[in-house]
């Protein structure tokens, strides 16, 4: 499987980004799309992931209720809006792809995109 992110740029706090990840390969064998990001100087965190079927999404408490993970099976898509954007939202982002594991944890995804940098001015 390999993943595409793409989507990421400038923004200015309060503003608004929708990051895209198209996958490729054997996407039938993924379960669980994530989001995941890493800040500067800061470990790799889990942002948002969401199921085969769309219908289980699971976000970290510091994006809840300002980002949307979505996916299109259909064109092997998964999307990330993010609203309300901080600075402290500044980072690289990866989408991820798993078999079946759990959904935040980031050593269980088997598959990794190549990063899109988000970058957030206050």
């Known amino acids: 499987v390999q993943l595409q992110a793409s989507g990421g740029g400038l923004v200015q706090a309060g503003g608004s980004l929708r990051l895209s990840c198209a996958a490729s390969?054997?996407?039938?064998?993924?379960?669980?799309m994530g989001w995941f990001r890493q800040a500067p100087g800061k470990e790799r965190e889990f942002v948002a992931a969401?199921?085969?079927?769309?219908?289980?999404?699971y976000y970290a408490d510091s994006v809840k209720g300002r980002f949307a993970v979505s996916r299109n099976n259909a064109e092997n898509t998964v999307y990330l809006q993010m609203n309300s954007l901080k600075a402290e939202d500044t980072a690289v982002y990866y989408c991820?792809?798993?078999?079946?594991?759990?959904?935040?944890?980031?050593?269980?995804?088997?598959?990794w995109g190549q990063g899109t940098l988000v970058t957030v001015s206050s």
């Open positions: 969401i199921s085969w079927s769309g219908y289980s999404t």
């Open positions: 390969g054997r996407t039938k064998s993924t379960y669980f």
């Open positions: 991820a792809a798993q078999n079946l594991g759990s959904a935040r944890n980031g050593r269980e995804y088997d598959y």
